[in-house]
């Protein structure tokens, strides 16, 4: 049995996320990937026994880069809502720096594949986010009633919008837009006194 290379492996899995972009989930084949990365399809089957598999591995690439970027340095200790800014800035300059992860992201998500790939653990990589939240809440902050993933989505729903008409149609934003959306966000989950 070959010996696998983290490196290789990441090359199929860039290269699965940028022709995911450009042609679907299901306009993807493996041998495409092959040809694309210079990998032999062969080798390519040491990685991954089939494709749903390199699926599988790739939503959580995705999702997994998408967490770490966005919780990179931020200070979940701090001031409430200097922590939701961050995120949601980090969280923006990720749609920004990766459009193919995120428009393979959109994929998964709205595509019955998508929910065919039931990744385990997958919760646990939002855990970091939604304890800033559940602090917001303990400190009286953020409305109690809304769950985290709710709270977070105000924020994230909005901007992803905003860049799937920038990526699909050509619309443009600049980042007064974006900040409209943090303050009507910040406004819709916190509890005004």
């Given amino acids: 049995m070959r ?8 090359l199929i899995l860039k ?20 040809k694309a990365s210079g990998i032999p399809q062969a080798t390519i089957y040491v ?16 999702i997994q880069h998408n967490c770490d970027y966005i919780m990179n340095d931020l200070d979940l200790t701090g001031d409430i809502k200097e922590c939701f800014r961050r995120y949601y800035w980090r969280m923006v300059d990720y749609f920004r ?16 594949m998508g929910k065919s790939l039931v990744l385990d653990n997958v919760t646990d990589l939002f855990q970091p986010m939604y304890a800033f939240v559940e602090r917001g809440q303990q400190e009286g902050i953020i409305k109690q009633e809304l769950h985290p993933i709710v709270v977070l989505s105000y924020f994230s729903l909005l901007a992803a919008n905003i860049e799937k008409g ?19 966000s910040w406004d819709a989950v916190t509890i005004h006194k």
């Fill in 3 to 10: 010996k696998r290379d983290d490196q290789k492996k990441n």
């Fill in 15 to 34: 290269t699965t996320t940028t022709l995911m972009a450009k042609q679907g989930i299901n306009g993807v084949s493996m041998s495409m990937i092959a």
């Fill in 47 to 62: 990685y991954f026994r089939s494709k749903e598999e390199l699926l599988k591995e790739l939503y959580k690439y995705v």
């Fill in 97 to 112: 720096h990766y459009p193919s992860e995120f428009q393979v992201y959109e994929q998964f998500m709205s595509s019955t």
């Fill in 166 to 184: 920038k990526l699909f149609w050509g619309n443009r934003a600049d980042d007064l837009v974006y900040q409209i959306i943090f303050d009507t």
